[in-house]
């Protein structure tokens, strides 16, 4: 099943309850929420009460991807603020197994990101543990970036692996899904497609979650 994740990174913040109820008209069926903290990657964004306050205008699941240091410490807040499922950096955890336990205790779906530069058979002994892993195809940090284009060929080798293993896990993408990418990417077995720029940046997010679902059910169609 294909979904779109509209990223909130380019909403406008002022009215993000209504950015996100336009998003969600136009068939957007999980919100993604980047968390920033300023040292893991350049930029700072939002956390738990942003979080709290878009659980109170959206019955979506809240998909919250965290670019942060420390993780574990903030794990139980965002479980309190109401968050649905949380993604933690490959690169940014020491003890990548302990949090993704711990999302899981506090009831939230445990998820992994890469960044591009890492590789995706570094994650083969945890992957009967995630809901889905998040392929970056930038570099977390930024929205409006442009695609990389051999994150392709990760997506197809996270395909090929979760069918060799027997598992479920769901691929998820995120940077630079747009317009002229959503086909290719979904082709490549991405499911799970966020895009920020793509859906708020020209100020239509229902029209343009839309036309990118319908990208990409042009793409699965053949
Ligand atoms: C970047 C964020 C993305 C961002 C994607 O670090 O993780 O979620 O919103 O933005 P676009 O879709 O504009 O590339
Ligand atoms: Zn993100």
């Not at 993780?71 to 965002?78: G, K, Q, S, T, Y």
């Not at 990417?185 to 793509?198: E, H, K, P, R, S």
Request: charged share 20%; proline share 5%.
């Amino acid at each position: 099943m294909i979904e779109l994740l509209p990223s909130i990174l380019s909403a406008d913040f002022a009215r993000l309850g209504e950015e996100v109820a336009a998003a969600e008209k136009g068939g957007g069926t999980v919100i993604h929420v980047d968390v920033m903290d300023g040292h893991f990657v350049p930029n700072i964004t939002l956390g738990p009460p942003v979080v709290k306050s878009l659980r109170k205008v959206t019955k979506l699941p809240l998909d919250c991807h965290l670019m942060i240091e420390n993780a574990d410490a903030f794990i139980p807040a965002f479980a309190d603020a109401g968050a649905d499922w949380v993604s933690v950096h490959y690169e940014a955890c020491t003890h990548l197994h302990r949090s993704l336990e711990l999302i899981a205790q506090h009831g939230m779906k445990p998820a992994v990101v890469l960044n591009p530069a890492t590789r995706v058979d570094l994650l083969i002994d945890i992957l009967p543990m995630v809901h889905h892993v998040l392929v970056m195809s930038v570099n977390p940090g930024f929205g409006g970036q442009k695609f990389i284009e051999f994150s392709l060929d990760k997506i197809r080798r996270l395909a090929e692996l979760r069918q060799q293993l027997g598992l479920a896990f769901r691929i998820e993408v995120d940077g630079g899904v747009a317009h002229d990418t959503v086909a290719r990417i979904f082709q490549a077995g991405a499911d799970l497609l966020v895009a920020g720029n793509a859906v708020f940046g020209a100020g239509r997010p229902e029209q343009d979650v839309r036309a990118l679902l319908a990208a990409a059910q042009q793409a699965a169609n053949g």
